[in-house]
C-alpha cells in the first residue's frame, strides 16, 4: 500500500493542500491524516494566510479512509481510537480561523465527504458524487459529531437517504440544498477558484472569522454524546463481516449482531 501524501504550499497568501494518491482514489492513510493536520497547524500558525483551498489530485477529492487500515483492528477500541484521529483532523479544518474553500472534482466519499463538510465554501465538479456508503460496504457508523455536520450541510433527510440508502448525491442536488456555491465544468473549474479566492482575500479576516467560530459553536452546543454507538459498531461481528467482503470485494451478508 502506496501511503499517498498530503501536499501543502503557500501562494499569494491562499494555502493550497492536495490529497495526493490518485491510484487509489486518494483514499487517505494514516499517514496522510497526520500530514493533513500538520497543513492545519502551519496554517493557523502563519498570520499571512487568508485563503485555504482544499483538493484531491486527479480526479477524485478523496474517497474516505483506506479500508485497508482497519484489518489491524482487534476490537472496538481501535475504531474509537480511529474516530478520534479523524475528529482531530476534522475539526481542525473546521477551527481554522481563515475561510477554507474544498474544490470536489470527482467523488467526495466518506471521509473524504467529511473533510469537504468542515470546510466554509464547496466549489464543485458538474459530475462529483457525494456520499457515505457504509450501510452497504464496510458496516462501521458515523460518529455524532460527523452526523450532525452532515444534517447542518445535507438536511436530515438527505443525510437519512445517504446513511441509510447508501445513495450519493449529484452535485446539481448538492448545490440546490446549497452544499455547494458553484458547480462548474471542469474547464471552468480554475477560474472560478480564482474569483471565490479573491472575493475572500478582499473581506475583513476578523468579520469572517468570527462568522466561522459563531456557526462552529452553535453547530457544537449540546452536542450529545455517542461513544457508546461507536463501540457497538465497531464492536460487531457485522463490522468484521463487512470489512472482509470489502477486501475481498465480496457482497456482505449482515446478521445484526
Request: proline fraction near 3%; hydrophobic fraction near 45%.
Amino acid at each position: 500500500m502506496s501511503d499517498g501524501s498530503v501536499h501543502f504550499a503557500i501562494e499569494d497568501r491562499v494555502a493550497k493542500i492536495v490529497f495526493d494518491r490518485p491510484h487509489a482514489r486518494n483514499a487517505m492513510t494514516w499517514a496522510m491524516y497526520e500530514q493533513l493536520a500538520t497543513a492545519c497547524l502551519a496554517i493557523a500558525a502563519d498570520s499571512n494566510v487568508r485563503v485555504a483551498t482544499f483538493r484531491g489530485a486527479g480526479r477524485t477529492f478523496a474517497a474516505g479512509t483506506d479500508i485497508s487500515q482497519f484489518e489491524a483492528f482487534a476490537s472496538a477500541e481501535d475504531g474509537m481510537a480511529y474516530e478520534q484521529r479523524l475528529e482531530s483532523v476534522i475539526a481542525a479544518i473546521e477551527k481554522l480561523a481563515v475561510p477554507t474553500v474544498a474544490v470536489i472534482e470527482g467523488d467526495a466519499m466518506g471521509g473524504g465527504l467529511l473533510i469537504a463538510a468542515a470546510c466554509d465554501i464547496r466549489i464543485g465538479a458538474a459530475n462529483a458524487q457525494l456520499g457515505v456508503p457504509i450501510a452497504r460496504t464496510v458496516g462501521n457508523c458515523v460518529s455524532m459529531a460527523n452526523t450532525a455536520r452532515l444534517v447542518a450541510a445535507f438536511g436530515t433527510e438527505r443525510t437519512k437517504r445517504m446513511l441509510l440508502l447508501a445513495e450519493s448525491i449529484s452535485s446539481e442536488e448538492a448545490l440546490a440544498c446549497g452544499f455547494m456555491v458553484h458547480t462548474v465544468a471542469p474547464e471552468a473549474m480554475e477560474e472560478t477558484l480564482s474569483a471565490v479566492c479573491l472575493r475572500l482575500l478582499s473581506h475583513a479576516p476578523i468579520t469572517m472569522h468570527i462568522a466561522k467560530e459563531s456557526i462552529r459553536r452553535l453547530r457544537a452546543a449540546n452536542l450529545p454524546d455517542g461513544d457508546d454507538l461507536l463501540r457497538f459498531a465497531y464492536g460487531s461481528e457485522d463490522f468484521k463481516t463487512g470489512l472482509r467482503a470489502f477486501l475481498s470485494k465480496k457482497r456482505p451478508e449482515w446478521r445484526g449482531r
